[in-house]
T-cell receptor, first 111, second 110 residues
Framework: NAGVTQTPKFQVLKTGQSMTLQCAQD?????MSWYRQDPGMGLRLIHY???????DQGEVPNGYNVSRSTTEDFPLRLLSAAPSQTSVYFC??????????FGPGTRLTVL | TQLLEQSPQFLSIQEGENLTVYCNSS?????LQWYRQEPGEGPVLLVT?????EVKKLKRLTFQFGDARKDSSLHITAAQTGDTGLYLC??????????FGTGTRLLVSP
């Protein structure tokens, strides 16, 4: 039981490049979400999904796309990276009693 | 936008001291959670409180949810170096949405 896994752990992009942050969970949780963490601002919700085929926007969705084709996977796509997207990104999944499990994070730098 | 303010932002103490971290908001939350995060890792859930006035104890950690469900506190008794980390509160703000606080960074020195 690996819990929530994220790849890559570190990534450096140039402005305008695109990439996908991968997230997978093996706990059969319906609810998954993506957060970004910036100094002094806590974690902010980017997008979330309540099940396969269903996604919705969080607090800071601009510049990010998501899809949920399976229960296990919830990738986050940056279409055209900007320096403002430099951050640490966390994926999380949650069971039915609000017990939330976070992945180890992806540290992204956009030059 | 619902905000959760944590205080203090940073706390540096000696092993054996007691401390309290506060999490305050003008909004009402149906439940509130506390997490601890260590460098290079994701946050790990410590506790969830759901009832106004509720007090939960986890060994040397005591969590309290305010009567009006707008604020919470975390008290650590006899802090240890292993308590070092970033403490985050998070309030349930509607269906399946958590709003996170700004965080309190705790450093416990031997």
């Amino acid at each position: 039981n690996a819990g929530v896994t994220q790849t890559p752990k570190f990534q450096v992009l140039k402005t305008g490049q695109s990439m996908t942050l991968q997230c997978a969970q093996d706990m059969n949780h319906e609810y998954m979400s993506w957060y970004r963490q910036d100094p002094g601002m806590g974690l902010r919700l980017i997008h979330y999904s309540v099940g396969a085929g269903i996604t919705d926007q969080g607090e800071v969705p601009n510049g990010y796309n998501v899809s949920r084709s399976t229960t296990e996977d919830f990738p986050l796509r940056l279409l055209s990276a900007a320096p403002s997207q430099t951050s640490v990104y966390f994926c999380a999944s949650r069971d039915t009693v609000l017990q939330q499990y976070f992945g180890p994070g992806t540290r992204l730098t956009v030059l | 936008t619902q905000l959760l303010e944590q205080s203090p932002q940073f706390l540096s103490i000696q092993e054996g001291e007691n401390l309290t971290v506060y999490c305050n908001s003008s909004s009402v939350f149906s439940s509130l959670q506390w997490y601890r995060q260590e460098p290079g890792e994701g946050p790990v859930l410590l506790v969830t409180v759901v009832t106004g006035g509720e007090v939960k104890k986890l060994k040397r950690l005591t969590f309290q949810f305010g009567d009006a469900r707008k604020d919470s506190s975390l008290h650590i008794t006899a802090a240890q170096t292993g308590d070092t980390g970033l403490y985050l509160c998070a309030g349930e703000a509607g269906f399946q949405k958590l709003v996170f606080g700004t965080g309190t960074r705790l450093l416990v020195s031997p």
